[in-house]
T-cell receptor, first 114, second 110 residues
Framework: DGGITQSPKYLFRKEGQNVTLSCEQNLNHDAMYWYRQDPGQGLRLIYYSQIVNDFQKGDIAEGYSVSREKKESFPLTVTSAQKNPTAFYLC?????????????FGNGTRLTVT | QKEVEQNSGPLSVPEGAIASLNCTYSDRGSQSFFWYRQYSGKSPELIMFIYSNGDKEDGRFTAQLNKASQYVSLLIRDSQPSDSATYLCAVTRVEDKIIFGKGTRLHILP
């Protein structure tokens, strides 16, 4: 079955450590996105990528980094510079990055930093 | 002004009644509008999308768009307990990025 796989489902880290969240899709989608969701909040865009080896900052990119070396993969690194990293992280993809295509989401990674 | 606004709720609706969820947006150039359903602890799933003014129906769901008023709504007919969830409104900005409202919590009363 085609879909988006995020791993791990739960992740715990100590403050000051970098951590990388995995996102893999086999939908052959060009565009991939990372969103962050805090309790009672909507989704906020961190980074997005339209093609391999290219990505753009979203609304809250500070303290995060990404790479897009393969079409299928878009890992997100939460660095120690991110002041409030504890959140629910959602990876998504779409057929094309023109805004008309709906997003398909992975199951999310819940990150807790203490 | 927030880009996409929704009443946070909770909105309580008796089982079998019509649930009406509303969303307003600030960017008059927005072109695409989406409704996602999110169960607690889960990721969002697409319910409806609409691009043109008017109504779009899919089963028990109807999306309504009024670009002049910058307003989009979702109607759920014959509400079921399984419809209890948070409903996220999403809008495409002029630069083609999809942004989300904070969501409306819907509670269907058995």
């Amino acid at each position: 079955d085609g879909g988006i796989t995020q791993s791990p489902k739960y992740l715990f880290r100590k403050e000051g450590q970098n951590v990388t969240l995995s996102c893999e899709q086999n939908l052959n989608h060009d565009a991939m996105y990372w969103y962050r969701q805090d309790p009672g909040q909507g989704l906020r865009l961190i980074y997005y990528s339209q093609i391999v080896n290219d990505f753009q900052k979203g609304d809250i990119a500070e303290g995060y980094s990404v790479s897009r070396e393969k079409k299928e993969s878009f890992p997100l690194t939460v660095t120690s510079a991110q002041k409030n990293p504890t959140a629910f992280y959602l990876c998504a993809s779409s057929i094309e990055d023109r805004g008309y295509s709906p997003l398909h989401f992975g199951n999310g990674t819940r990150l807790t930093v203490t | 002004q927030k880009e996409v606004e929704q009443n946070s709720g909770p909105l309580s609706v008796p089982e079998g009644a019509i649930a009406s969820l509303n969303c307003t947006y600030s960017d008059r150039g927005s072109q695409s509008f989406f409704w996602y359903r999110q169960y607690s602890g889960k990721s969002p799933e697409l319910i409806m999308f609409i691009y043109s003014n008017g109504d779009k129906e899919d089963g028990r769901f109807t999306a309504q768009l009024n670009k002049a008023s910058q307003y989009v709504s979702l109607l759920i007919r014959d509400s079921q307990p399984s419809d209890s969830a948070t409903y996220l409104c999403a809008v495409t900005r002029v630069e083609d990025k999809i942004i989300f409202g904070k969501g409306t919590r819907l509670h269907i009363l058995p």
